[in-house]
């Protein structure tokens, strides 16, 4: 199975700061590497899918990259609706893996 | 609008069984993967299981193979989780959502139906 690792694992951060999460798989997954993000007691919300493509109706502010095994979610400028959970999740093959996640708290 | 609306779930006892639905509505079912995604209280997501498109492909979490069935009706626009021999570690938030396998994000989820097993 391919194991996925995200850090960090909790993060907190100001309105307006930029922030970067990584997710680092144990094989080459290239393209296929998703991001969610997760509101608590709320659906996970696909962002980004095939490592960079934005899904319909993300802002902006929100951006991937990485290639190989190394992957970045970046959110420009952080806004108060994006405190919530990060997860990162390969569709190379099956099974499919999540990392574990990463709790973006307001500092 | 594309919806995913799961059914199914409640308490059941340690070794017992459950089947979850799923009803799709607004897309065209039969031409997307499927997949079955659990959430334990305060952990993070586990991918459960996927089938291809016309059902002829199905995928499980290894730690799930043989308790797990998964299973779609395309002439009903609906997925399916049968559960034999639950545990108290499925209980858990059980998610449908379209895509997931064969190179696929994740792109529409359900509501989730909440499956707890305890005595």
């Known amino acids: 199975d391919i194991q996925m690792t995200q850090s960090p694992s909790s993060l907190s951060a100001s309105v307006g700061d930029r922030v970067t999460i990584t997710c680092r798989a144990s094989q080459s997954i290239s393209p296929y590497l998703n991001w969610y993000q997760q509101k608590p007691g709320k659906v996970p919300k696909l962002l980004i899918y095939a490592t960079s493509s934005l899904y319909s109706g993300v802002p902006s502010r929100f951006s991937g990259s990485g290639s190989g095994t190394d992957f970045t979610l970046t959110i420009s400028s952080l806004q108060p609706e994006d405190f919530a959970t990060y997860y990162c999740?390969?569709?190379?093959?099956?099974?499919?893996?999540f990392g574990q996640g990463t709790r973006l708290e307001i500092k | 609008e594309v919806h995913l609306l799961e059914s199914g779930g409640g308490l059941v006892q340690p070794g017992g069984s459950l089947r979850l639905s799923c009803a799709a509505s607004?897309?065209?079912?039969?031409?997307?993967?499927m997949s079955w995604v659990r959430q334990a209280p305060g952990k993070g997501l586990e991918w459960v299981s996927g089938?291809?498109?016309?059902?002829?492909?199905?995928y499980y979490a290894d730690s799930l193979r043989g308790r797990f069935t998964i299973s779609r009706d395309n002439s009903k626009s609906t997925l399916y989780l049968h559960m034999n021999s639950l545990r108290a570690e499925d209980t858990a938030v059980y998610y449908c959502a379209k895509g997931g396998v064969s190179g696929t994000a994740m792109d529409v989820w359900g509501q989730g139906t909440t499956v707890t097993v305890s005595s």
């Open positions: 607004g897309f065209t079912f039969s031409d997307y993967a």
């Open positions: 089938i291809s498109d016309s059902g002829s492909g199905t």
């Open positions: 999740q390969q569709s190379y093959n099956t099974p499919v893996t």
